[in-house]
């Protein structure tokens, strides 16, 4: 009976100290559930307290918008060769000028297709490689006519000053331009012609940045005078007076 119970109480120690090394063995490897649960909790904090550090880094990011392109209506309008084909009139108050019809087309000024276009008594506008822009557009609208033959509509050009206005309507929209400075050009100087037909007047291969106009005529009187009787192939005198002017507004017609 002795030894029985003495086995039993044996078996019972080892039993508990199975148990109590099972225990320590997990305590140990540190696969509770305890420290599983905590550990989000350690990790959200610092999170939290890192946000507000990485902030005033977020202004810095508008430093890009520069580089941005500007909005499409804040850009110069695309030329429109469908408008530069258009007829269009051009008044010029402070001389008298009212709705001369302007006639478009492909070349350059005074040559012999424009200069057929004046012979008809109205004014003629190149456009396209060798000419310039349509009305209201970006660069150099260029408007000829004669002085002295058929009817000599720009007669009193070179009367026109510096503010004086020049109104050109085309299609639905009239363009007012101010006038802003006199040039004279040579017919037999390369580099004067270049001037005058350039889409900044004056100022060959200078990238145009608003819309501007070029009025021209003869200076067949003023040349006589001086002695100088060179005439071009189609009867033009050697210099042309040159009114050059600036958009200054725009309306609905």
């Known amino acids: 009976m002795h030894r029985a119970r ?44 890192t946000a507000p550090a990485a902030a005033p880094t977020s202004p810095a990011t508008p430093t890009a918008s520069p580089a941005t392109p500007p909005p499409a209506s804040a850009q110069a309008p695309e030329p429109d060769p469908s408008k530069r084909s258009r007829a269009a009139e051009i008044s010029i108050p402070s001389i008298g000028v009212e709705e001369l019809t302007v006639v478009p087309y492909e070349g350059t000024t005074d040559d012999p297709a424009g200069t057929r276009i004046q012979d008809r008594g109205v004014a003629a506008s190149p456009y396209g490689k060798r000419g310039g822009v349509g009305p209201g557009e970006i660069g150099n609208y260029l408007v000829t006519a004669h002085r002295l033959s058929a009817g000599g509509p720009l007669r009193e050009l070179p009367a026109v000053d510096v503010g004086d206005s020049v109104f050109v309507t ?47 005529t003869c200076a067949t009187p003023e040349d006589d005078a001086a002695g100088n009787f060179w005439r071009d192939a189609q009867g033009n005198p050697e210099h042309r007076i040159d009114k050059i002017g600036v958009l200054k507004a725009s309306r609905p017609t």
């Open 6 to 49: 003495s086995a039993c109480c044996a078996l019972a120690a080892s039993v508990v100290a199975v148990l109590v090394g099972c225990s320590a063995a997990d305590g140990a490897s540190g696969t509770t559930a305890a420290p599983v649960t905590a550990a989000p909790s350690s990790v959200s904090g610092p999170a939290r307290d």
């Open 170 to 216: 085309a299609g639905d929209t009239v363009y007012e331009y101010r006038i802003t400075e006199t040039r004279t050009t040579s017919f037999r100087s390369t580099r004067s012609l270049a001037e005058q037909r350039a889409a900044v007047p004056g100022a060959p291969g200078e990238k145009p940045t608003r819309a501007m106009i070029t009025l021209s």
